[in-house]
Structures are given as C-alpha cells and as structure tokens.
C-alpha cells in the first residue's frame, strides 16, 4: 500500500531511511519532510513502511516539478515497490498539473543511475560528478499523460 506521510511520522521515518541516502547531510531528511513544500509517500507492506519516496514543485516555475529523494529498505528492493513509488508521484503530478489547469509540466530527477528512468521516458539534460539530471514532459489533454 502507498499512502501520503502521515502528519508527525517524519521524527520516526527519518531516521529509519536515512543511512540509505548518504549524501544528505544528518538532519536533511527530517527537514525535508517537515518542509511544506516537499511532500513524501511511504510504502507500507504489513503495516511496516519499507519505502519512502519526494516530490514536489521545483519552485522556479509553476510548470516544473522535482522528484525527490527516495529510499527503500534493503530487505524489499526488487520487488517493484520503488517503481510503483515513481508512478504514484508522476500520477500526483498530474493530477497536480490538472487541477491547476496548466497543459503540461516537466518533471527532473537526479540520479547515478539513468538507465533506470531513460526506460520510464526521461531524458538525460546534463551529468556532472556521475550524476544524471534528467526530464520528461508531462503534457495532458483528452489522452492524458504523453
């Protein structure tokens, strides 16, 4: 099951996925999740949650939406649970995009492994110090997403 963060659940999650995103300096995460701006779903699977995943507008441009920093514990990777992380944020962008009546949006992430979102329709923009910047666009009309 994938749901929002529950109000107050950071002080308890944030340290829990925290080791699994060592490039965010002590403290981020929690941060982040209390940040109004930055919202977080949580996989759960027997009540237990095994995964975290950001997103939220980029804040530059009400057209431009980021996918954030996402975690999932080492006991349930491979099992699908962070792809279905990324289409419940990509589908919360979209609904995101058509209540606010814009016609598209582009989403970007960062990662150390782009093949992984080249096969969900990003595009690497950018590289630097092994990291990717990539985007898709999300554009909506009769058909949905594109």
Known sequence: MIRPIHEGEALALAPLFAPFMPWLPQGALYAMMQYERRRFFV???GGEAVAIAAYGPSGYSRHA???GPAATLPT????????????TRLDA????VIASGL???????????PHSWVRL????IDE???SSL???RLTVGAEGER
């Open 93 to 96: 962008i979209q609904a995101a």
């Open 121 to 124: 329709g990003f595009r690497v």
């Open 65 to 67: 939406w980021a996918l």
């Open 43 to 45: 996989a759960e699977q």
């Open 103 to 113: 016609p598209a949006a582009l989403v970007h992430v960062s990662s150390r492994r």
């Open 128 to 130: 630097v110090d092994g």
């Open 76 to 87: 349930h990777r491979g099992k699908g649970v962070g792809s279905e992380l990324i289409q």
């Open 134 to 136: 990539l985007c898709r």
